[in-house]
């Protein structure tokens, strides 16, 4: 069965530091991968995926294969960065979205 | 701007009472949603409907039950409420099978049963 590992239940940096969400995936064909971020008090959003290969809110995930990995990175972290990451897979049926256990990032001024 | 409501924020109910939880899109979305969040769990999907009357059961669905008689609204029931159906609660509405990657979640009932 598909599935999204996310090693970190909590990463701190401080303002301007690179950040490096981890999330490791486990198919064995060729999967569609996205990041959700929930920021306080507002909804669970779309905020990448892993084909459009885009830069949002300074964010980028690369999808690499022989890892089976699709961080999410960013080179300088701010303030309102600090959110619920969660990193997300498309089940088989692909109605499904199948969801990591999230990251909470926070970052320090 | 895609508008997903849920009819309560918060719920405090008893252990056995029959629990109804509203959720209502208004961008005439085919998907509809319904996941529970828990710390350390992320969210998991207790049923989606991907039509009008048409369901099918996500990764935790017992305990729960569905309704989709109209295609803006989907109900999730609990038929008797447990401890362990504490929990927060979030709808989420995706337009199509083609852009079932990109869904928008309701603000979440959070509901505690006691």
């Known amino acids: 069965a598909q599935r999204v590992t996310q090693p970190e239940k909590l990463l701190s940096v401080f303002k301007g530091a690179p950040v490096e969400l981890k999330c490791n995936y486990s198919?064995?064909?060729?999967?569609?991968l996205f990041w959700y971020v929930q920021y306080s008090r507002q909804r669970l959003q779309l905020l990448l995926r892993h084909i459009s290969r885009e830069s949002i809110k300074g964010f980028t995930a690369d999808l690499n294969k022989g890892e089976t990995s699709f961080h999410l990175k960013k080179p300088f972290a701010q303030e309102e960065d600090s959110a619920m990451y969660y990193c997300?897979?498309?089940?088989?049926?692909?109605?499904?979205?199948?969801f990591g256990s999230g990251t909470r990032l926070l970052v320090r001024p | 701007d895609v508008k997903v409501t849920q009819s309560s924020r918060y719920l405090v109910k008893r252990t056995g009472e029959k629990v109804f939880l509203e959720c209502v899109q208004d961008?005439?979305?085919?998907?509809m949603f319904w996941y529970r969040q828990d710390p350390g769990l992320g969210l998991r999907l207790i049923y989606f409907s991907y039509d009008v009357k048409m369901k099918e059961k996500g990764d935790i669905p017992e305990g729960y039950s569905v309704s989709r008689e109209k295609k803006e609204r989907f109900s999730l029931i609990l038929e008797s409420a447990s401890t362990n159906q504490t929990s927060m609660y979030l709808c989420?509405?995706?337009?199509?099978?083609?852009?079932?990657?990109?869904?928008?979640f309701g603000p979440g009932t959070r509901l505690t049963v006691t």
């Open positions: 198919y064995s064909g060729s999967p569609e």
């Open positions: 961008m005439d979305h085919e998907n």
């Open positions: 997300v897979t498309r089940g088989d049926s692909s109605y499904k979205l199948i």
């Open positions: 989420a509405s995706s337009k199509s099978w083609q852009e079932a990657y990109e869904q928008y």
